[in-house]
């Protein structure tokens, strides 16, 4: 079963406006900790955040926010007011135990998002 | 800061042949990982180390090997090349398993 869900495949909008990157995930840990990293046409990855299962505090950094709720397995992403050099590919990633006895990263498909002028 | 570096960036190998890609980090991080990006299927983890001298299996380790002769380094061969392996492929590093990885600019590989 996948362990990290990005429906969204490609998502484009207009400069300016908000858009918001869905990530649902599966565990049976009690621990785990989610995180969400950018890749821009250049190709590198770039961290953006990391979350862990103990902390449902939202999380607002400059036009980026994060919303993590337990109750539906879902670590979403948006961006305010969006820009052109927004656009790249974004990941969420899930770091749990289930997978053996070390902790491993399991990242989605990807989303991504292209920002007109 | 260099961070993580990979050598090659780019390689066109023939089918059958064998090639070593290079990791090393500068930030002392004791776990290192070696991913492959293929369109549509997002980064798939290869093989991990948790130290030196220590390597385990990832999501997809067939045709693959690695070496952590040197906590700074970890190397990924591929001994016998095949045209599935054609790929981007990531090193990445992080000082603990609950800490964010840190990547390199990736080695893009193409098997004929």
């Known amino acids: 079963a996948q362990k990290v869900t990005q429906a969204q495949t490609e998502i484009s909008v207009v400069e300016k406006e908000d858009v918001t990157l869905d990530c649902v995930y599966e565990?049976?840990?009690?621990?785990?900790?989610l995180f969400w990293y950018k890749q821009p046409p250049s190709g590198e990855l770039v961290f953006l955040i990391r979350?862990?299962?103990?902390?449902?505090q939202n999380e607002i950094s400059g036009r980026y926010s994060w919303n993590f709720q337990k109750s539906t397995s879902s670590f979403n992403f948006t961006i305010t007011a969006s820009q052109v050099v927004d656009s790249a590919v974004y990941f969420c990633?899930?770091?749990?135990?289930?997978?053996?006895?070390?902790?491993?990263?399991?990242f989605g498909s990807g989303t991504q998002l292209t920002v007109l002028p | 800061n260099a961070g993580v570096t990979q050598t090659p960036k780019f390689r066109v190998l023939k089918t059958g042949q064998s090639m070593t890609l290079l990791c090393a980090q500068d930030?002392?991080?004791?776990?290192m990982y070696w991913y492959r990006q293929d369109p549509g299927m997002g980064l798939r983890l290869i093989h991990y180390?948790?130290?030196?001298?220590?390597?385990a299996k990832g999501e997809v380790p067939d045709g693959y090997n690695v070496s952590r002769l040197k906590k700074q380094n970890f190397l990924l061969g591929l001994e016998s090349a095949a045209p599935s392996q054609t790929s981007v492929y990531f090193c990445?590093?992080?000082?603990?398993?609950?800490?964010?990885?840190?990547f390199g600019d990736g080695t893009r590989l193409s098997i004929l």
């Open positions: 930030m002392n991080h004791e776990y």
């Open positions: 979350r862990n299962s103990f902390d449902e």
């Open positions: 990445a590093s992080s000082p603990s398993t609950v800490r964010p990885q840190h």
């Open positions: 180390s948790v130290g030196e001298g220590t390597t």
């Open positions: 565990t049976r840990d009690t621990t785990y900790y």
């Open positions: 990633a899930l770091s749990d135990l289930s997978s053996g006895s070390a902790r491993q990263l399991t």
